[in-house]
Each structure stands twice: as C-alpha cells, then as structure tokens.
C-alpha cells in the first residue's frame, strides 16, 4: 500500500467507474478523501492566504501571537490564544469530520483594527486565490480544478 505524508492511501475504481482514494490516518482510520471541488479549494486556499497576510503584519509589526491574541480574545488563556491564533495564521481549525475551515468574518475585523490595517488588506486577491488553489476559469463563470 502506499504511503503519502505519513497517511496509507490507497485508490480504487467504485462501480461508477469513479476514481477514488481511501487514506487511513492515525485518529479516524479509513475515509475516502472527498473531492472538494473548484469551490471547496478555493476557500482552502483563501483561509490559508489571509493566515500569511495576518502573520506577516503580525510579525512586521514585532507581535507576538499572545500580545494580537490578547486584543483578539479577551479572557482566553495564554494558551488558547496561542493555539487560535495559530490555528487562523495557518488555517488549520478542524470540524468534526476532519475538514477544515478559516476564519469567521468578525475574527478577521477584530484581527484587522488590532494590527492596525483595513479588513479589506487581510483579503487576497482573485488571482492569489486562484494561483494558490490550482483553480482556472474554464468558460466563461465556469470554474475547473
């Protein structure tokens, strides 16, 4: 069986003559890996753009995580700052069925007026989007992977 990044994966054809690959990993075991589509992939990639951005003002302006954190989530523990603030900076907060997802858009207004800059400054571009996801615009408002 095949090994990538540390998961086992395996692909097969189901009997809608479909591609599909399975990857076990540590805490879930077997799952079939969704194709999340030209959409799914570009909010991926959106998430993990505006985690760049904010890191890179965050640290131009000699932040620390806790000093943003502490402005961001009052109350929090050292700790849970941390580890949300690093969560948004690397888009790597998962749901329960293991996908991930950004930042919600209050969190990015409250992370903007802490650092100082515009909510829009925050936000990549169309084209950054779709460099970053591998998404190219087929027709035309047709969007493939």
Do not use: C
């Amino acid at each position: 069986m095949p090994r990538h990044n540390g998961v086992n994966a395996v692909t097969f054809e189901n009997s809608f003559g479909e591609e599909k690959t399975l990857r076990k990993t540590e805490r879930r075991g077997w799952q079939v890996q969704q194709d999340i589509g030209p959409i799914g992939a570009m909010g991926r990639s959106t998430g993990r753009l505006i985690g760049e951005k904010i890191r890179k003002i965050r640290t131009e302006k000699g932040m620390t995580m806790r000093e943003l954190g502490i402005q961001v989530l009052p109350g929090y523990s050292d700790y849970a700052i941390k580890v949300r603030i690093q969560e948004i900076e690397t888009a790597s907060k998962y749901r329960k069925d293991g996908q991930t997802y950004g930042i919600r858009i209050g969190t990015l207004y409250a992370i903007a007026f802490a650092l100082g800059v515009t909510p829009s400054s925050l936000l990549p571009s169309m084209e950054e989007v779709m460099k970053e996801s591998g998404v190219k615009l087929a027709a035309k408002d047709q969007l493939i992977v």
